[in-house]
């Protein structure tokens, strides 16, 4: 998709829900227009209640943006099984916003207009010339404003807990996994692990922080997860002594802090077909069948090192 107001101007939409006191995101989906099954319920309306699945009967509030807000939305998620609240942005060419609350010229700066429908409170706020706001919420039912800005105290709600799907993607943009390519399947599998990463160092700080103990800072816990995740990997490969360059043996040693590589006892005495001593002069002309475990080289008995199979 194009999308000029994001930061990545294109790429592939993800329709999330996450946590906004610890950016824990809890579903997700991605983005397929038309292809979407939507069963006869609206786009928008579809996402809203798939996505918060796990959340029906919880009774806590969804925040969302003006294309998922509605007013027939927020009546539906008022009621079983979902039991849940919303705040959100409205979009000015809702059929069922009121005339008068849409705003005209003769509108003072900091204006504000309320209607109320049984639950359902929408207020009208004008911040500057030629603007004007639209907020919808279940969870509010009075006309209460800010006594220093005379701001609605529906806009501080909002604006308190709109930021989690922004924050999260911050975070994952900062520490990422993502590589550049072409493969769309590859951009969703990438995404997948970004979510995984901070998903899992939520749930790491939240323990840490109940046993009175100091996490580990992010960079710091996503570096230990990759080694963690690796070192099975590199174990296995360290064991393939015969076509494992010598310097990328020692640097993954040096990485699993071991003495020395992990070796095979069937390559402590590694026999091949009779090749020239890669070690003597050619003038020499040593035939040999004796090869290095760990090079690969032919050695003839001049230059080879008798050890046991237990000081290996």
Known sequence: MYMPNKPNKYGIKIVMLCDNATKYVTNASPYLGKSTTT??????????????????????????????????????????????????????????????????????HGTSMFAFD??????????????????????????????VTKKPEIIYAYNSIKGAVDTFDQMAQNICCNRKTR?????????????????????????????????????????????????????????NVTTLPRKLSESISEILQLDQPIQNQEHTQNKGKRSYCSLCPTV?????????????????????IKICDGCI
Request: glycine letters at 4%; one cysteine or more; proline letters at 5%.
């Open 118 to 147: 049984q639950k359902i409170t929408l207020v009208s706020y004008k911040p500057k010339k030629n603007k004007t706001v639209l907020l919808l919420s279940t969870m509010h039912f009075t006309d209460s404003l800010n006594e």
């Open 183 to 239: 493969r769309w399947p590859l951009c969703i599998f990438y995404n997948m692990m970004n979510i995984a990463s901070v998903n899992s160092y939520v749930i790491y700080h939240h323990n840490k922080t109940n046993q009175e103990q100091t996490p580990l800072s992010r960079l710091q816990f996503v570096l230990k997860l990759h080694e963690e995740l690796t070192r099975e990997w590199q174990e296995i490969r360290l064991q």
């Open 39 to 108: 069963s006869g319920v609206g786009l928008a309306n579809h996402f809203v209640e798939s996505l918060t699945t796990p959340l029906h009967g919880s009774n806590r509030n969804i925040t969302m943006d003006n294309w998922f807000t509605s007013v027939p939305l927020a009546k539906k998620l008022l009621n079983p099984p979902f039991k849940m609240t919303i705040i959100g942005t409205l979009r000015s060419n809702k059929p069922e916003i009121p005339q008068e609350l849409l705003g005209n010229k003769t509108w003072q």
């Open 284 to 304: 020499k002309k040593r035939m040999t069948t004796t090869y290095c475990y760990k090079c690969n080289r032919a050695l003839c008995g001049e230059h080879q």
